[in-house]
Nanobody
């Protein structure tokens, strides 16, 4: 059974950095699409970034492009989200998601597995 466990969230001042981790287990993820989404209070869940496990091809939402970096460690079966130059509007619960197959889009409904989320709060 696939499990995704996020960690690394916390409270940080604007301009600071955090690195989120998503420990994936239950199978090998070669051929999978891994992604990060976020959901702020009273807002819909939004796509942040995705990576194709096999090729490490990445794609970002415009709102985070140039500030966030998604990566994966094959040996550790872990996906990371390095977040720099954080802004108060980045405050949200961040979720890791996985989808079998190569998927280019950011539609959360297409993802098969989800973690429990980790809170990121950026103070001004």
């Amino acid at each position: 059974q696939v499990q995704l466990v996020e960690s690394g969230g916390g409270l940080v001042q604007a301009g600071g950095s955090l690195r989120l981790s998503c420990a994936a287990s239950g199978r090998t993820f070669s051929g999978y699409t891994m992604a990060w989404f976020r959901q702020a209070p009273d807002k819909e869940r939004e796509f942040v970034a995705r990576i194709w496990w096999t090729s490490s091809s990445t794609y970002y939402a415009d709102s985070v492009k140039g500030r966030y970096t998604i990566s994966r460690d094959n040996a550790e079966n872990t996906v990371y989200l390095q977040m720099n130059s954080l802004k108060p509007e980045d405050t949200a619960v961040y979720y890791c998601a996985a989808k079998a197959g190569i998927f280019s889009g950011g539609d959360s409904r297409q993802y098969d597995y989800w973690g429990q989320g980790t809170q990121v709060t950026v103070s001004s």
